[in-house]
């Protein structure tokens, strides 16, 4: 009887917890199917809009206004609008969403997110920007909208650019 050993035992381990991982987390996404079912709709919407004052509006309903307790995160220059690295944190309370705004890209709403209760609020991720163009971070925080913006020169267009 001869018995054949896995080559790569740790690799194998580590897409097996990955696709746990991704498989668990699937229900935590924001704007997840099961937050849709908890009377949480997605603001399918506010993506369509090409202006960031519309697409804040139909998001939230309100305008935010400047705070220095969200600390927006970007490079002043993208080498490539296709991976513009960008992260906001918050001191607020009671955070409930983050979200970011592009004003020169196709669709004004990149990314939103809900923040669940008793969550670190901070949120990271890579946006494509078409041009050169503000970036404004919104925290929704205790029913008010608090906002931080940041231009961010792009050398190289990521939305078809």
């Not at 078409?130 to 971070?137: F, H, M, Q, R």
Request: hydrophobic share 40%.
């Amino acid at each position: 009887m001869t018995t054949t050993t896995d080559p790569h035992p740790t690799r194998r381990l580590i897409l097996q917890g990955a696709a746990s991982v991704a498989l668990l987390g699937l229900g935590n996404l924001p704007f997840a199917p099961a937050l849709a079912a908890a009377n949480d709709k997605y603001p399918d919407e506010a993506f369509k809009l090409k202006n960031e004052a519309d697409a804040i509006k139909a998001l939230y309903g309100r305008t935010a206004e400047p705070s220095d307790k969200v600390k927006l995160d970007a490079p002043e220059i993208a080498e490539n609008g296709g991976v513009v690295p960008i992260s906001v944190t918050t001191t607020l309370d009671k955070v409930t969403s983050i979200s970011f705004f592009v004003a020169e890209n196709p669709n004004a709403l990149a990314a939103s997110y809900r923040i669940p209760d008793g969550t670190i609020p901070g949120v990271a991720n890579r946006l494509k920007m078409a041009k050169t163009s503000n970036v404004t971070a919104i925290v929704e925080a205790d029913g008010k909208l608090y906002s931080a913006t940041k231009e961010v020169k792009v050398t190289v267009g990521g939305c078809g650019g």
